[in-house]
């Protein structure tokens, strides 16, 4: 259980493009107080802590502990709209008698330029994911509908001895799954480029397993500027119509994913 003994530290939320020093009306982890501390033109929202890492084993407090801190994030974005979101109990440690808050400036300080530089990458623009999904039994089907080579190996099944039949079904068995495979990977790169096109900055997340009846073949996380949502939108629209692939599309967050 983390308490609040002293504050020598400040829990950082996320950085903000202005240079005000405000309070903002939504409250943090466990109710804390939520403010800025300026440098020039940008600053870091915070709140008062201990110098010492957020942890618990009771889960359902972590997961509060989650929701408040993407919700001050998401405020933060929506009153500012560039903010760099920080890891969840990234906290800054005052040095031996400094206040917190001053390390907090310094910090500011030497990291503006590169801090400047990341706002400005992100401005007009939110993070979006993108997962594709494919039914391999349509896909399956329609492969072998195409294939000539595996139209022939069927044709050759039927009526043959028992003993060739098998054969012959495990080389088809073996060779469409070769060619289901080979179309994963098709599909993963056609509609990879198809939606690289439409963003800034683009990452590969792990795919998720989920029913065996569908299958997730692409987990993106996409960086989008204002005025090409709605052509990646249209452009998921098409992926989506494709026969066998469903497409889910999440978002506007802020960008969690390319901050760095």
């Known amino acids: 259980m983390h308490e609040l003994l002293k504050a020598d530290g400040r829990y950082i939320y996320c950085v903000a493009d202005t240079?005000?020093?405000v309070t903002l009306d939504k409250?943090?982890?466990d109710g804390a107080q939520v403010y800025t501390i300026p440098y020039w033109d940008i600053c870091a929202v915070v709140h008062d802590c201990a110098a010492e890492p957020y942890s618990a084993d009771d889960q359902e407090r972590v997961k509060k502990w989650v929701l408040a801190h993407q919700?001050?994030?998401?405020?933060?974005w929506e009153k500012w709209g560039s903010v760099l979101p920080s890891a969840l109990s990234t906290i800054i440690k005052g040095e031996p008698g400094e206040d917190a808050g001053d390390s907090v400036r310094l910090w500011l300080e030497k990291d503006y330029?590169?801090?400047r530089q990341n706002l400005a990458k992100i401005r007009e623009r939110a993070e979006y994911g993108v997962q594709v999904f494919w039914d391999p039994k349509v896909i399956a089907e329609n492969i072998a509908q195409?294939?000539?080579e595996i139209r022939?190996?069927?044709r050759q099944t039927r009526g043959t001895a028992k003993g060739i039949a098998y054969m012959h079904r495990q080389r088809l068995e073996n060779l469409l799954r070769r060619e289901v495979e080979a179309a994963a990977d098709t599909f993963f790169k056609e509609c990879y480029w198809r939606i690289k096109k439409h963003v800034d900055d683009i990452r590969v997340e792990q795919v998720k397993k989920l029913q065996p009846r569908v299958q997730m073949i692409l987990n993106?996380?996409?960086l989008v500027a204002r005025t090409e949502y709605p052509k990646l939108g249209e452009e998921l629209d098409e992926i989506n119509r494709m026969d066998g692939l469903s497409v889910r599309f999440t978002g506007p967050?802020?960008?969690y994913s390319f901050v760095g």
Do not use: N
């Not at 919700?71 to 933060?76: C, L, R």
């Open 113 to 115: 330029h590169k801090l």
């Open 27 to 29: 409250t943090g982890l």
């Open 152 to 154: 022939e190996l069927e």
């Open 253 to 255: 967050w802020p960008p």
């Open 146 to 148: 195409a294939s000539p």
């Open 19 to 21: 240079g005000v020093g």
């Open 220 to 222: 993106v996380s996409c």
């Open 71 to 76: 919700t001050v994030v998401d405020a933060a």
